[in-house]
């Protein structure tokens, strides 16, 4: 009867174990960076949220994202750390990377800074990427392809730090943009025009100013709207 009541009470546990309360960390308005319980790190960006159970670390290592966020992995072959997100999954296998599962949710995109990740929807062949690689999953098509260009700013938001090295202005305001959590549109006529320069923590209007100055535009904010404007860009 003891031993029945011990396998009971084992039972019992490990039931409450698998079907734990969900916890959640959210971002607001401002950037947040934690440290998992299986000593992983995350930094989520504006808006996000990260949900797992209150077992993680224990039975499972599976969390669903939405948003942005920045993931540096300790890696277990016997806990795969796996991320879901808009019906996709991402597996780690010992790397650190950033997926964005923001917008409308019709897309998810995963680049890869270290090490190697599995990305892949169920039942069907993922995709492994490598340091410097990534791939994007479309949500209509249910379809997954590698990216041919990696916008090296899109992790500024973890760091603070903007290089741009020949980058099209277009490209730079999405990474102004990310990092400091405001819409910037870009006039056609200079979308393409190059920049090449490091900001390392510089506050936003320092960034714009410097932009203006060397490229020979001019910027127009109103709150967290802000418009460049040109018919031409000084090179």
Known sequence: ???????????????????SEPVTITASAN???DTLPDGSSVTLN???SLTTKSSFGRKNRTLQLKGEAYFNVRHDDELPFIIEANGVFIKDIGTA????????????????EEGEVYFYLEGQEGLHLTKGQGAIYHSQTHTITRLENINSTRTAYTTG?????????????LAISGLYGVLIDVDPAISNCSITVTFNKEDLETVLNVLCETLGIQYERIDNHIQLKGSVCRQ
Do not use: H, M, P, Q
Request: charge should be negative; aromatic fraction near 12%; avoid cysteine.
């Open 161 to 173: 730090i903007l290089r741009f090295n020949n980058t099209k202005l277009n490209d730079a305001a």
């Open 97 to 112: 990377f950033n997926v964005d599962a923001s917008g409308d949710s019709s897309y998810v995109e995963v680049i890869v």
């Open 31 to 33: 950037i947040v960076r």
């Open 1 to 19: 009867a003891i031993l029945a009541i011990i396998a009971g009470v084992t039972w019992w546990l490990n039931t409450l174990n698998e079907y």
């Open 46 to 48: 504006r808006y996000a």
